[in-house]
């Protein structure tokens, strides 16, 4: 069965720290994948998805990267934090074979930027 | 921009009654999806409802889908305290990659 695993799970970072999130898919190949970012009391906002290793889309233009180095391993990364980056951010995936699908999540990294 | 939109933003019932979110969208879609999210925890899919289909069951679930009215509403039947939860709907676009959500509805079953 597929599994997607999401860490770190909570993250208190100051101003101008970097970040990386990382959450890798086991148990299928080829994946979309997806992050998403929520705020609190909110609803998903899309920032980036990647059909492939090395293709990432981006939704939002802002202080945050994406990268797929792996098939199954997707990863969120920021140089320097702002504030407005607090957040709950959300993995997903999705299988090719059904492009608009039903999507698969993780279980989220809270962001606490200070 | 969003093409989901909640209504009720929140719900507040008592257990065994009938929860009904309603959920509006802008522009042609290959499906919608309904999505529950406990508190501080991923989202986990419902239900998915395909353009061509006016209405789904899945246990106490039920989904309506009106394409003229760009709609869509989900009934909770029968609720309880378990149902508590965060309900999002999710639309997909022909041909698209990725799925829009709205904003949620906070539904809140009373013991």
């Known amino acids: 069965s597929q599994t997607i695993h999401q860490w770190p799970a909570t993250l208190v970072q100051p101003v101008g720290s970097p970040l990386s999130l990382e959450c890798t898919v086991e148990?299928?190949?080829?994946?979309?994948l997806y992050w998403y970012r929520q705020a609190a009391g909110r609803g998903l906002q899309l920032l980036f998805y990647?059909?492939?290793?090395?293709?990432i889309s981006s939704e939002v233009p802002q202080n945050l990267s994406a990268s797929r180095p792996q098939d199954r391993q997707f990863i969120l990364s920021s140089k320097k934090l702002l504030l407005s980056d607090s957040g709950f951010y959300l993995c997903?995936?999705?299988?090719?074979?059904?492009?608009?699908?039903?999507?698969?999540f993780g279980e989220g990294s809270r962001l606490t930027v200070l | 921009s969003q093409q989901g939109e909640e209504d009720p933003q929140a719900l507040s019932i008592q257990e065994g009654e009938n929860a009904t979110m309603n959920c509006s969208y802008k522009?042609?879609?290959?499906?919608l999806q309904w999505y529950r999210q406990n508190s501080g925890r991923g989202l986990v899919h419902l239900i998915l409802?395909?353009?061509?289909?006016r209405e789904k069951h899945s246990g106490r679930l039920r989904v309506t889908l009106d394409t003229s009215k760009k709609s869509s509403s989900l009934l909770i039947t029968a609720s309880r305290a378990a149902d508590t939860a965060s309900y999002f709907c999710?639309?997909?676009?022909?041909?698209?990659?990725?799925?829009?959500f709205g904003q949620g509805t906070r539904l809140t079953i009373n013991p």
């Open positions: 997903a995936w999705r299988a090719t074979d059904r492009h608009t699908g039903e999507l698969f």
């Open positions: 148990g299928t190949s080829n994946p979309n």
């Open positions: 990647s059909i492939g290793i090395d293709q």
């Open positions: 522009t042609s879609i290959n499906n």
């Open positions: 409802i395909r353009s061509n289909e």
């Open positions: 999710a639309t997909a676009r022909q041909g698209a990659q990725k799925l829009v």
